[in-house]
């Protein structure tokens, strides 16, 4: 149910969100046929564009190594936080939610990041992607991710502060 709640139906939404918004710079970019609606609009020679588009592709790479290290020293510092402290402690929990903060803050910044390479590169494409493309693309996982990501963490410490007593016997159990 934990994983239901916190982590499929947040990362569902997320990947509609991401379906609309590819939809939208289909609409924007494109025709209804195959062709651009303003080729004219840069003038790029094909090898210039291609360079363009592989420079966002190892952005996008870039930007998830940094939200992967980024959210792993959040995952360690909660998990630090959740089996070596008391979490009736005020503290404890100001630094919980701080780390839960931050792990929103990042991933909503790592969505942005994603959303806004992958306009890039739309707007350098000659042709007009399929509808449903963008489930093959990396962007959309990224982002269905990191929002699927947010979202469990601050499940996890929200279940942590809602069972105080249980975190704290697991806690002295293992200590």
């Not at 609309?20 to 609606?37: C, H, I, Q, Y």
């Not at 020293?73 to 404890?92: C, E, M, P, V």
């Not at 792990?103 to 509808?131: D, N, T, Y």
Request: charged content about 20%.
């Amino acid at each position: 149910m934990f994983f239901l709640k916190f982590g499929l139906l947040p990362g569902a939404a997320g990947l509609v969100c991401w379906l609309l918004a590819m939809a939208w710079l289909r609409r924007k970019n494109f025709t209804s046929e195959t062709s651009r609606r303003d080729d004219n609009k840069r003038e790029l020679t094909a090898e210039l564009r291609s360079k363009e588009i592989e420079y966002h592709n190892l952005a996008s790479y870039r930007a998830l190594e940094f939200y992967v290290k980024v959210m792993l020293a959040l995952l360690g510092g909660i998990g630090y936080l959740a089996l070596t402290k008391n979490f009736r402690d005020h503290s404890t929990q100001l630094l919980a939610a701080l780390g839960g903060s931050i792990v929103v803050l990042v991933s909503f910044l790592f969505c942005m990041m994603s959303l806004a390479h992958q306009k890039s590169k739309i707007e350098r494409w000659q042709r007009r992607p399929g509808l449903l493309s963008p489930l093959v693309w990396n962007e959309t996982w990224f982002f269905v991710l990191a929002i699927t990501l947010a979202s469990l963490i601050c499940g996890l410490l929200w279940t942590l502060k809602e069972n105080v007593n249980l975190c704290n016997a697991v806690t002295a159990t293992l200590w």
